[in-house]
């Protein structure tokens, strides 16, 4: 499979060229033209939201029936983006699907950046909007509790929660990436101060920047092992997150009795065209990244061919949830249902309903031919056409049908007006500005996952002359403190072979040894000889949403029935199917908080110095090679003794490439 998705040259250049792309600046001016273009629009955005603090949220040309007006197909459309990225990330995650390593590093991003768009709109449509915050149940000398029942207060725990998760997922996946990141940068920072002969500020600064967002990662076999579990874990909570939020409202919806709303089928849409939006933003993405950093290594014409098929199959899964909801609609519908849908084709807002047919529904169809899934410019084009006929889904759905229900006093025509639309380019704007930073200064693809594909051509380098059994001569003074001894691999075979030779002869002798292990890749084979293979973070996770998820509901019930009961429309004091979805969500929320905790606690992360750093060459920790450290823990501790036993090991199997002391 590996052959399959990377070309010759991808083992060689996946790790050290994404990290040279995110050190430097390969662009150039043509990232400073795009730069300042995002920022014209960020503040277009900013001027906007000034002009709706004066005016109010009326300059949207919003009416009693159109009540959110432009804005909240915009705040769907974004939600419904990071939904869709999220899941493709997390589907992807959970079932280790080969070609992940490129593709997956987007998406994480893409969730994210949507996220923080859609986050500012029910912000923002609040009227005075400084006062956000009581839509959140925070403890108030007043003794008001949000209105639990209000999809206000759902939006609100969502945005939240889907935040802290994104932001989870993507962290956790980047963190081995920004330790690589952080001892190029140290080497490349030291070169630069010795060719100068004096210190090199900014270079350092750099290096130190991303010492920070590293927290001392260091690759050990502990770190790995978890950081796997944490990856799946919030992935997998992701994922439960985005069917929730999507069904949750879309359920809100279908459960009314608006014409155009009324149908059992909406939430399976809503879900479909999250994910198909999603799917298509990512690929558009992904090609443009391929074609602007000539990423062909690294993201194929195999990559192209799956993500093309993937949106094939969506279109024609979301082509069907369209003419369900018609033909049931004209079949055996009411006259009010009939009406909703010959207005969506032939109303003052039509062009919506025209925009999805020709640019979600049929572009797709090219992907039926071999040629058009092998071309990265017909995909880019198609995904960015597909997230155009979703953003007029959502218009279509929500603005059309709002505009008219059963009453003619509410069927006030809507105009899409100037403000609107500028406040949704300002939207755009934040997005690009963010996205563009992220280019700049991180890999845009999993240096991680890409290094693992290609670990079995990195096995067939050669190997260096092999360690003699004795320790060399040490580079610093006598009387410094001893903290173990340290052996370099080429190999992660090697590395387990020697560490499972150590662990027998540490039992033997009884010593007082502990070992690690260090590699820019999991270890199994090394966390096997460690006997810390049983460790896991997963029931954390799980007690963690439980208890987070009945919390909240508790309190949902205990502020709505008892502690500030307020009568809404004649709904019941327990209306427990409004108080589910933000309990769902906080569990989301809660579990996600406590992989982090567990994850930083039990690796003891955040620790920006450590004296595994010490070990000669540990940078390459992050690139290519694997470290066996035996810490000394106690007065038995016999460092000639250990390089004894590692240089006595067949050479192939065990014996390393360097043995050294190591300073406290």
Known sequence: MAQAILTPDAPARSGDSLAARALHDPLGRRWWIAFAAACGLLALFFGVILALLFSGVGLWNNNNAVVWALDIASYDWWIGLACGSLAVAGILRLTGAPWRGAITRLAEANALLCTLAAGLYPIIHLGRPWFFYWNLPYPNTLGLWPQFRSPLVWDAIDIVSFLVVTVSLWYIGLLPDLAALRDRAFAEARAKSEAAGRPRRWPRLKAQAY??????????????????????????????????????????????????????????????????????????????????????????????????????GLGLASLYCYAAEFFSGFLHGDAFERATLVRRLTGSQAWAAWTVLTCALLPVHLFWWARFRRSPLTLALVGALVAVGAYADHVMVLVVTLSHDFLPSSAHDYRVGLWGVATFAGSVGMFLVLLLLFLRALPVASITDLRGLSETRAAESPVRDAAQGSIPED??????????????????????????????????????????????????????????????????????????????????????????????????????????????????????????????????????????????????????????????????????????????????????????????
């Open 211 to 312: 010492g920070i967002a590293a927290a001392g990662w260091r690759g050990s076999a502990s770190h790995w092992q978890l950081w796997r579990q944490a990856y799946r874990t919030v992935a997998l909570l992701g994922l439960l997150l985005v069917v929730s939020l999507q069904t949750g409202a879309s359920v809100m919806l279908a459960g009314s009795v608006l014409p155009g709303w009324h149908d059992t089928i909406l939430p399976v849409a809503y879900l479909i065209n999250a994910v198909f939006s999603g799917v298509a933003v990512t690929a558009a993405l992904a090609m443009l990244v391929r074609a602007v950093y000539g990423l062909e290594a690294e993201i194929t014409e195999r990559h192209a061919q799956i993500l093309a098929r993937l949106l094939l």
């Open 475 to 664: 580079a610093f003074p006598a009387d410094t403190p001893v903290w173990g001894v340290s052996a370099e691999f080429d190999t992660q075979a090697d590395l387990a072979a020697a560490m499972r030779a150590l662990a027998r002869r540490r039992l033997h002798h009884g010593e007082a040894v502990r070992l690690d292990a260090y590699g820019p890749l999991p270890m199994p084979d090394a966390l096997k000889a460690l006997a810390r293979r049983h460790r896991s973070i997963r029931p954390y996770a799980l007690g963690a949403a439980l208890a987070g998820g009945a919390a909240f509901y508790g309190m949902c019930v205990y502020a709505t029935a008892y502690g500030y009961v307020l009568d809404v429309g004649g709904r019941p004091r327990f209306s427990w199917p409004s108080f589910v979805v933000p309990s769902v969500s906080f569990a989301m929320l809660s579990g996600t908080l406590a992989v982090h905790a567990v994850f930083l606690f039990v690796n003891r992360l955040p620790r920006l110095n450590h004296p595994a750093f010490n070990i000669p060459d540990f940078g390459r920790a992050t690139r290519d090679r694997y470290f066996l450290a035996a810490e000394a823990r106690g007065p038995g501790f016999d460092a000639e003794r250990i390089a004894r036993q590692l240089a006595a090991l067949p050479e192939g199997a065990g014996r390393p490439l360097a043995i050294r002391r190591v300073p406290r």
